[in-house]
């Protein structure tokens, strides 16, 4: 008999997943029953998940066991220490909540289209990420990963009858292999560099225990960086998220943008910081500058945008980025050899992942709500929904919030852990540095600025104001708000962005032990030295905040001032728009979401590869007065340009020439064997 | 007769074989192809002859009677039997010119000579010179079916390629085994058929036997 | 014993379907002839796995892990194909693309061919495995033109005259190596045994071993479809009729690799040097790329598979030129992953044509939908052919990589190219066919799902789980090879 | 035991934010009348303006929602909120500990995001417009004054403003370049962020040149006053921010307990008090001197002014790490 332990709980829940496989065949026909019982039934095994997560990092130990299938002499090895906990923990979290959600979203489906294989998919794709974090070998690990890939693959595809879905598909399916290649060979220097023979070297535990020269473990470092960003969205590697997070289904790009992302930023910190171990400063400084760029320009894009989708998955490039920007600081401060220093932005790193798995998965998922409602994704043809989706409109108001790092709530914490990062960075001498620092710090304060801007617009043209569609303004009040288990799939993420924004002094304590594993620094000590309200990550005299008491006071205040002004009866009366006498206003005369996003075009212009064209239609009296007028705008990403067209160009080319090899004439064919020939024998002679 | 004579008498074969393997590839007439072709056949069987009497090899004597048979009566009858029932016997030109295929020819049989050198060092055997010629003949083979556009000529080099191949077993080898001599010689036989076959596919379906025709399958566009 | 029955089964099913080729049973008993003899198959392999290697039939035959394994797999696809063509054919010639007596040629012919393959695998005789060779030629050459269009003519023409020269430059190379092991062994049949050879190997003259290796090269080469001399087979692959193009694809590139391989292996003990291995590599990577590359500009089909054959050749024959412990395994696991995986992908690209009246592929949509056996067979088949976990050819290609990465570094990224291009041109073309909504010019079709499924679950076992049988024999196999 | 202490100081400065701040507004708006050679309203007049607001109906849009009618309670709390952690009067303030300046230019940042939500709330075209420019300006803003304040956390390595201001006050006084630019760039943020001349113009409904305004248009009654107040306090509150982080001497730096006894602290405070007085005089005759000596740019001007302020203060942190 075995007694509970955090693996055998990640082990339960993955066999549910695998019973959840089981029974989907039964239920095939049924479709109704097919999504009340599965969804439910990874709800459970990702709450499951969670609880292992958790415990596993509590305790901190590492639990590991060896799988008798896989390659003959390599079988699969799996293991738990309080990393993998940790992703499991986020992972697990936010599957939790969208496995709730989606029993409500699916049903939209439900008679429209059959959703067997996307479940079928949607459970893979969790029990790939599962395992991703699980596995402790390179084979296990690229298996699971690719699972992983494929899954997500088809689930981008579930609408496949677009072609627009199907090129998406196509482009994630390519970024993703060709970054996983990437990874196998990182692992397979890795591998050589142990110095063991035959497969002996292709554990991650062989790889602990090696001390690498440094050239063979910069190749490593490389190509797994390389890898890992195709899959995490670093700028230029992005293109294919923005396609592809709009054509999935919501639920699922929540998923692959909440935490898929993650699992990516996990791949970076177990190679970097765990099998590599030691590295030089220019990694760290690499890392930040292309973090850096991440952030900046994924958030201008993201402000570019009208399709909600598409916005919100460049704000996941951006949200990459930052987390890459701590990533770096670590390392530069690993290099420098201050372990508490490298602590502090792990924990950052950390924190920023499970806020972003929070925030970004609650505001897919309320734009699926959005589409589940309206049937759109351009937000152009919302507006005014805040009257008719009171749940939602709030929920993605408090995503917006917590995206945009306004206190109380969490996004706040891990940028302020960044900042204090970088503010702390001084005490190291290099004068690389002391350059990049401060830019670094700018850059990381414009992206936090703009992001607000780039939610503001989200929220405010999708939610407020007048319907902007051009026909059928929605019903009755509240009469768009989607079914209840789509508003506590929704609901409990909202919750956990504001736990996570007054509790962290908890959560840093609770997750301190990783980043004393991977980089021998704890910060909990000092994070919660001045009481659980107080954080102060190095010291109370350097910085401290409570976002607690921030929340009070704003309660109270706003509490107190309302039953002040309430004391004596003023009426409300409710009138048109006075709008500064403006006359008979029409909502088409809202600012829409170019109009809005048109300052900021303005200043970054030159980042885009934008084309506006302005058409009046001839019959005026006179240009000024024109009667119709078109406007077309088109913003590109000039990534395409610069590097993805060239490519696919080129191997055109090259393949056109290739093809002159096959003219047909059988003479020709002929004279190939006879030269191959005569030049073997010439050199074998 | 001595050995000696009989290795003479062997490299005058040889000589032979090339000759022809040159007139097989100047060759413009049909049935001048395959006459030529003939002789050919003949001169290989009688070497084949030869080498087994000098080595004692019976089983030579064998194939030398299975060539006879092959490549001097059944395959040129069945080739002529074919070119007259899809009257073919007109002149066949060539992609590239009589002189330049000359030219190659000869850099061909030097380069084989020059290819075989350190081989003929190595071997013990009377008939060891005659390996140069052997793959000569089969080069020179190979160059006729490049350098022809009908399907008739082609599998004349073709057959000459393999003539050239029979010497380089017998004369280079004192011959394989007799299995694998049967086989060979039973592969032969098959082909034949099957190109017999061909030859009416082709005719029937592209009314001509010039293999320019047949360029559908390609790659560039 | 069972060697014989192996033999015997496949050669007098032949001479019998050649009589009653047309029949309504026919089909029948042309799986009954192909499944007996991979009941043999099954029978000799557990004979060699239990009593290590043997020969038979005095000296003729000798079997080891290396040919065992392949005859086993030879005689398993070759009975599902036959399982497949039972109903490929028939729609063939219900739809009057096959006459009757295309239909008895067919099944003669099919039983003949895996006659031949069987003999070049299991015979002790170099000469004997290149008449099996030419045997096996022979016997497809009339099947690739099985349905009398000028295009299916032309590309048997192509294939005969090709292969018939390739080969002939085979039997000069195998005469080239009687001629250096005769001084060693003496006259006789005794010279050219395999066993013999492989003992003498280092005696053998070096200087003519490796002249014959060029010819044997060229030769063989040209049957494994390597660039530049693989002009032959895409042609022949997609005008044959399906069921031919997957075992040609399947089984007779393999037993080219195989013949190559054993002649490599005596030429590396005679001259000692790496020399045969490199110009494998050589090959290995020119078509790879050239596969690959050519890959982005495909319109049919079939066609396009061929290519990825192509293309697979050239990365197991990489792989052995590299040699070494790992590279080697992998070879060997790719040899077997692909013929399984890429004869299942072409019995449903076949019924996807036929589903169709196509082969045009901008024609072919919507099969997930239309057919789902035959949509995800081939989307699973795809991702299997080009390196996807949990599939098999992802074990053989990250055994190959990662030997690569360590032996021969500076390589890895023309591989990488190669896989790369080659896996977005094949994805470009089966998502297109796969997905979207049933078009116009799609019928229905009752395709023979048993094959697929079958291949594809080995295919993802072997991926997953390799059993202790099959490594052992793969590592004896590298013993031999080294 | 907490002691009652600290929080009576803690109350005082809130009191006096809330208090100083229209009667800074009025003193600004009367030295402007004085310059442009107007008779001036009065020192008092922006309480007058609240009181009348407070007392009149609330004028709502019929398609305001809730967060419309919940945006300036917000403002005014979290506004307040920050009036209570910049040190004023004492460094030593029991709320001083509950947020950095880093969270209270979040805090400015909460009330920038939901005012702008509120303006696009109604629909009206000037509300998106004024939400749009106002998320521009904030977004170079922004980071612009957190450089400035890092420039100086730098050199004093801390973010709290009240240990900023004590180090300022106890090390030996030094010119530094990067104070220079700090406080340049300072000066030019609060301009903008206050939405004083020559970035937006408080006292103009001028349509097409309104930015604050525009946002803010419908509201009415106790609404509006909350705003007003809210935004009179936040130019104090920047004015406050500017003396805490640069010229801090005269701020009480006692510890606030009673052991040092009431009367000393006392007197510190009041002597605090005092200072605080002068200090927003002189800042005031400054910002009306910019105010008249400029006229107010078009919008697309303006980024160029706030790159030139964030240049200015990353320049100032380079300067630090160069030069000192």
């Keep these: 008999m075995m007694t509970l332990s955090p693996f055998v709980l990640v082990s339960l829940s993955i066999l549910i997943i695998a019973f959840t496989l089981i029974l989907v065949p039964l239920f095939a026909r049924h479709q109704k029953i097919l999504i009340y019982v599965s969804f439910p039934l990874m709800a459970i095994s990702s709450a499951i998940a969670v609880i292992a997560g958790i415990w596993s990092v509590a305790v901190g130990i590492p639990e590991s066991t060896i799988l008798s299938i896989g390659l003959p002499d390599l079988p699969f090895h799996l293991r738990l220490d309080p990393l993998s906990g940790f992703f499991l923990t986020v992972i697990g979290l936010l599957s939790f909540f969208v496995s709730i959600y989606s029993t409500g979203y699916c049903k939209g489906y439900a008679g429209k289209r059959s959703v067997t294989h996307l479940v079928i998919f949607y459970s893979l794709f969790i029990a790939g990420m599962f395992l991703v974090v699980l596995s402790d070998d390179a084979f296990f690990f690229l298996i699971s990963w690719e699972l992983m890939a494929i899954a997500s693959y088809f689930l981008v595809m579930f609408e496949d009858e677009l072609i627009e879905n199907r090129r998406a598909a196509f482009l994630y399916l390519v970024v993703a292999h060709i970054g996983a290649i990437a990874i196998l060979l990182s692992f397979g220097v890795l591998a050589g560099a142990t110095g063991l023979e035959g497969f002996s070297g292709y554990t991650f535990d062989a790889m602990r225990q090696t001390e690498f020269p440094l050239k063979w473990a910069t190749v490593a470092f490389l190509l797994a960086f390389f890898g890992f960003s195709a899959k995490a969205g670093v700028i230029p590697l992005h293109v294919w998220l923005p396609e592809a997070h709009p054509a999935a289904p919501s639920n699922v790009s929540a998923l692959m943008s909440g935490v898929m992302l993650k699992t990516a930023i996990y791949g970076i910190i177990r190679v970097t910081f765990d099998l590599i171990k030691v590295f030089p400063l220019w990694w760290g400084a690499m890392v930040l500058v292309l973090g850096l760029i991440t952030a900046i320009m994924g958030i201008l894009y993201a402000i570019m945008q009208n399709d909600i989708k598409r916005m919100l998955a460049y704000s996941s490039v951006e949200n990459i980025g930052v987390i890459l920007i701590g990533i770096g600081l670590a390392i530069i401060f690993t290099s420098f050899h201050i372990p508490v220093l490298a602590a502090l932005s792990l924990t950052a790193v950390f924190y920023h992942s499970i806020n972003h798995a929070m925030f970004k998965g609650l505001l897919f998922m309320g734009a699926g709500a959005l589409l589940h409602a309206t049937h759109k994704k351009n937000m152009d043809e919302m507006g005014g929904l805040i009257h008719y989706m009171p749940w939602t409109s709030t929920l993605f108001l408090i995503g917006s919030i917590s995206i945009s790092a306004l206190p109380p709530f969490n996004g706040f ?273 | 007769m001595s050995i000696n004579l009989a290795a003479q008498i062997n490299s005058i074969m040889a000589a032979l074989i090339l000759l022809t393997a040159f007139g097989l590839l100047v060759q413009r007439r049909m049935y001048g192809l395959l006459h030529l072709f003939a002789w050919q056949g003949l001169f290989l069987s009688v070497s084949t002859a030869i080498v087994g009497y000098v080595s004692g090899a019976h089983h030579l004597y064998i194939s030398s009677i299975l060539t006879l048979a092959l490549k001097v009566v059944l395959i040129p009858y069945i080739l002529h039997f074919l070119i007259r029932q899809l009257h073919i016997h007109k002149e066949v030109e060539q992609l590239v010119n009589v002189p330049t295929t000359m030219l190659i020819g000869i850099a061909l049989v030097i380069f084989s000579y020059y290819l075989t050198a350190p081989i003929r060092e190595l071997s013990t055997l009377v008939t060891r010179s005659t390996l140069a010629v052997a793959l000569a003949t089969v080069m020179l083979g190979l160059l006729m079916m490049i350098t022809r556009r009908h399907a008739v000529t082609q599998i004349i080099g073709f057959l000459a390629l393999e003539n050239g191949l029979f010497f380089a077993a017998t004369s280079a080898t004192y011959g394989m085994p007799l299995v694998v001599e049967l086989g060979v010689a039973l592969d032969i036989l098959i082909a034949a058929f099957i190109f017999g076959i061909f030859f009416f596919q082709i005719r029937t379906t592209f009314d001509s036997l010039d293999v320019e025709q047949m360029t559908k399958l390609k790659e560039e566009d | 014993m069972t060697l014989l029955i192996l033999l015997g089964v496949s050669f007098f099913s032949a001479i019998i379907l050649a009589f009653v080729g047309d029949r309504k049973f026919a089909p029948e008993i042309n799986i009954l002839g192909s499944a007996a003899t991979f009941a043999a198959g099954v029978g000799l392999a557990i004979e060699v796995y239990m009593h290590g290697p043997m020969t038979a039939g005095g000296k003729f035959f000798f079997v080891d892990a290396f040919n065992v394994y392949l005859s086993v797999l030879t005689s398993f696809v070759s009975m599902t194909t036959a399982v497949f063509s039972r109903r490929y054919m028939r729609w063939e010639r219900e739809h009057g693309r096959v006459g009757h007596w295309g239909m008895r040629f067919y099944h003669a012919m099919f039983q003949l061919f895996i006659f031949a393959m069987l003999l070049a695998l299991l015979t002790n005789n170099v000469g004997v495995l290149w008449i099996a060779m030419e045997l096996a030629t022979l016997s497809t050459v009339l099947l690739v033109s099985l349905y009398r269009t000028p295009t299916a003519i032309e590309a048997a023409w192509k294939y005969f005259i090709l292969c018939g020269v390739g080969i002939a430059l085979a039997l000069f190379g195998t005469v080239l190596l009687y001629f250096a092991a005769e001084k060693v062994l003496g006259e006789g049949g005794e010279a050219l045994l395999w066993t013999n050879l492989s003992q003498v190997s280092d005696k053998l003259e070096p200087t003519v071993l490796s002249l014959a290796f060029v010819f044997l090269m060229v030769g063989y080469g040209t049957k494994v479809g390597l660039a530049p001399l693989h002009n032959w087979l895409p042609d022949a692959h997609s005008e044959g009729p399906t069921p031919i193009s997957a075992v040609l694809s399947g089984l007779l590139l393999n037993i080219a690799l195989y013949a190559l391989v054993r002649c490599k292996v005596l030429v590396d003990g005679a001259t000692g040097t790496h020399q045969a291995g490199y110009i494998m590599m050589g090959f290995g990577l020119l078509s790879i790329l050239v596969a690959a590359f050519s890959l982005l500009r495909q319109k049919d089909v079939k066609r396009m598979f061929a290519y990825s054959s192509i293309e697979h050749m050239g990365i197991a024959t990489f792989a052995f030129g590299l040699g070494g412990q790992i590279a080697t395994f992998g070879a060997l696991l790719h040899m077997l992953v692909h013929s399984l995986t890429k004869s299942s992908i072409f019995f449903t690209a076949g019924h996807a044509s036929q589903m169709h009246r196509t082969q045009e592929m901008d024609k072919i949509k919507g099969l997930l939908r239309g057919n789902p056996l035959v949509g995800w067979g081939l989307m699973f088949g795809v991702m299997a052919i080009v390196g996807m976990p949990p599939f098999g050819v992802f074990v053989s290609e990250f055994l190959i990589l990662t030997a690569t990465m360590k032996d021969a570094p500076l390589l890895t990224p023309l591989l990488l190219i190669g896989l790369g291009v080659a896996f977005a041109a094949l994805f470009r073309r089966v998502q297109p066919m796969v997905a979207g909504l049933v078009p116009a010019n799609q019928h229905p079709l009752k395709a023979a799902h048993i094959p697929v499924i079958l291949h594809m679950l080995l295919v993802l076992i072997i991926g997953l789980y390799m059993p202790d049988f099959l490594s052992q024999w793969f590592h004896t196999a590298v013993e031999l090879l080294k | 035991m907490i002691e009652l202490y600290p929080f009576l100081i803690e109350a005082i400065q809130i009191l006096i934010v809330l208090l100083f701040a229209p009667l800074f507004v009025g003193w600004i708006r009367m030295l402007k009348c004085w310059f442009q050679g107007r008779t001036s309203a009065g020192l008092f007049q922006p309480y007058r303006d609240i009181v009348k607001l407070f007392h009149k109906d609330v004028i709502l849009a019929e398609n305001a929602s809730w967060l419309f009618r919940f945006t300036p309670y917000l403002v005014f709390g979290v506004t307040v909120l920050a009036g209570g952690i910049i040190p004023i009067l004492s460094l030593s303030l029991p709320f001083a500990t509950v947020a950095d300046v880093i969270a209270i230019v979040a805090l400015f940042a909460i009330v920038r995001f939901f005012t702008a939500l509120a303006g696009m709330d109604i629909g009206t075209a000037f509300g998106g417009m004024g939400s749009s420019r106002e998320m521009m300006i904030g977004s170079l803003a922004e980071p612009a004054m957190l ?178």
């Excluded at chain 1, 780039?454 to 059928?472: D, P, Q, T, Y």
């Excluded at chain 1, 929704?490 to 991977?518: F, H, R, Y």
């Excluded at chain 1, 290739?658 to 047909?664: P, T, Y």
């Design chain 1, 413 to 685: 914490i891990s940028e302020w852990l960044i900042f204090q990062a970088f503010l702390l960075s001084p005490s190291l001498n290099s004068p690389l540095l002391n350059l990049l620092i401060p830019m670094g710090a700018a850059l990381l304060a414009l992206t936090a600025a703009l992001v607000a801007a780039c939610f503001v617009k989200g929220f405010g043209i999708a939610f407020l104001g007048h319907w902007r569609g051009l026909h059928n303004p929605p019903l009755h009040r509240g009469g768009l708000e989607v079914n209840w288990p789509m508003r506590i799939g929704m609901l409990l993420p909202a919750l956990m962005c504001l736990i996570l924004g007054i509790l962290p002094t908890m959560v840093i304590e609770w997750m301190d032990k990783i980043s004393d594993e991977l980089v021998g620094g704890k910060i909990a000590t000092t994070a919660g030295a001045f009481g659980w309200l107080w954080l102060t990550p190095v010291a109370h005299e350097r910085a401290s905040y409570s976002g607690a008491i921030v929340l009070l006071w704003i309660i109270v205040v706003v509490m107190l001032v309302y039953i002040l002004l309430h004391s004596r009866k003023t009426a409300i009366h409710r009138v048109p728009l006075w709008d500064c006498g403006f006359e008979k206003i029409t909502p088409r005369m809202q600012y829409n979401a170019n109009s809005f996003s048109m300052p900021i075009r303005r200043i970054f212009g030159f980042l885009f590869n934008i084309r506006e064209q302005v058409r009046l239609s001839n019959a005026t009296l006179h240009p000024s007065f024109p009667n119709r007028l078109y406007y077309r705008l088109r913003i590109r990403d000039r990534f395409w340009g610069w590097i993805y067209k060239p490519i696919s160009e080129s191997s055109y080319w090259i393949s056109r020439k290739f093809g002159r090899l096959q003219q047909g004439y059988i003479h020709v064919y002929l004279i190939y064997s006879f030269i191959t020939i005569i030049i073997l024998l010439v050199f074998a002679r």
């Design chain 4, 147 to 324: 450089m400035a304040i890092f420039t100086v956390s730098l050199i004093s390595q801390t973010t709290s403003l009240s240990n900023m201001a004590d180090m300022l006050i106890h090390k030996e006084f030094i010119l530094r370049p990067s104070m220079a630019f700090a406080l340049l760039a300072f000066v030019l943020i609060s301009l903008a962020e206050t939405g004083r001349i020559p970035v937006d113009n408080p006292a103009t409904h001028l349509e097409l040149t309104m930015i604050h305004e525009a946002m803010i248009l419908e509201y009415s009654g106790r609404h509006l006053a909350l705003i007003e107040w809210a935004g009179m306090i936040k130019l104090f509150l920047f004015t406050t921010i500017g003396i805490a982080s640069f010229f801090p001497w005269g701020i009480s730096t006692l510890p606030s307990n009673a052991a040092i006894g009431g009367l000393g602290n006392l007197i510190s405070i009041s002597a605090g008090i005092i200072f605080l007085i002068l200090k927003l005089g002189f800042l005031g005759i400054g910002l009306i001197l910019i105010e008249t000596g400029l006229a107010k740019m078009r919008i697309f001007r303006v980024p160029e002014f706030l790159g030139g302020a964030f240049l200015l203060s990353t320049l100032g942190m380079l300067s630090y790490f160069i030069l000192e």
